[in-house]
């Protein structure tokens, strides 16, 4: 497994303001990712976090609103630009080691919540 | 696009009793984990599991992989409090090198003492 820590825990934040999420793991790793999981539902996969490059993002989010960051293999950063109330959810790293040797098991952080007044 | 089905969405069940939450496809998964979720935590790796037909226990869980590796079941025995969470289902991709997870919408347990 991975030891995974993301910050902040959990915060407040004013409409059209930005916040950026770290994610810190304890050894270099493959891949990274981020999620976003609104309470009591199912996770939704924002983008890919590549190191070196430009992250690939799913359907329905774009990097304006989403701009990662990954200058290592074992930190990345998620902001949340211009926020409004829609934006308020929970949002996760996760980390998979080796795709071939740990067939895409992926190791997740506590996750942001996130609240937009 | 793949998509998994995970039923039911919402189980509450008295201690001691038995439950079985299942993961239905129509694609193929290379693997497929289980993982349960508690409040303020995230996600926590339970079991994968990678050939068709294969069972995995886990103390009073029991984890099924179809033979066609399209679907999944989790199986509680004599379910306890602590067993209340968020049970998500996830599968890879058949493609080699598919790094993706495809998640289930997730079953919310509560166990009653």
């Known amino acids: 497994s991975a030891v995974i820590s993301q910050k902040p825990s959990r915060d407040i934040c004013q409409r059209g303001t930005s916040l950026t999420i770290q994610c810190q793991v304890d050894?270099?790793?493959?891949?990274m990712f981020w999620y976003r999981q609104q309470p009591g539902q199912s996770l939704t996969l924002i983008a890919t976090?590549?190191?070196?490059?430009?992250?690939?993002?799913e359907s329905g989010f774009v990097i304006d609103k989403f701009p990662i960051s990954r200058p290592n293999l074992t930190f990345s950063t998620l902001t949340v630009s211009n926020m409004s109330p829609e934006d308020s959810s929970i949002y996760l790293c996760?980390?998979?080691?080796?795709?071939?040797?740990?067939?895409?098991?992926?190791?997740f952080g506590a996750g942001t919540r996130l609240s937009v007044l | 696009t793949q998509l998994l089905e995970q039923s039911p969405q919402f189980l509450s069940i008295q201690e001691g009793e038995n439950l079985t939450v299942y993961c239905n496809s129509s694609?193929?998964?290379?693997?497929l984990q289980w993982y349960r979720q508690e409040p303020g935590e995230g996600p926590v790796l339970l079991v994968t599991?990678?050939?068709?037909?294969e069972v995995k226990k886990l103390k009073r869980l029991t984890f099924q992989f179809g033979d066609a590796r399209k679907d999944s079941s989790l199986h509680i025995t004599a379910a306890q409090p602590g067993d209340t969470g968020l049970y998500l289902c996830?599968?890879?991709?058949?493609?080699?090198?598919?790094?993706?997870?495809?998640f289930g919408k997730g079953t919310k347990l509560t166990v009653n003492p």
């Open positions: 694609s193929v998964f290379s693997s």
């Open positions: 976090a590549n190191q070196g490059s430009e992250a690939t993002y």
């Open positions: 599991v990678v050939t068709g037909g």
């Open positions: 996830a599968g890879a991709g058949e493609k080699g090198g598919s790094e993706k997870l495809v």
């Open positions: 050894s270099q790793v493959t891949m």
């Open positions: 996760s980390v998979a080691r080796d795709r071939l040797l740990a067939k895409n098991i992926q190791y």
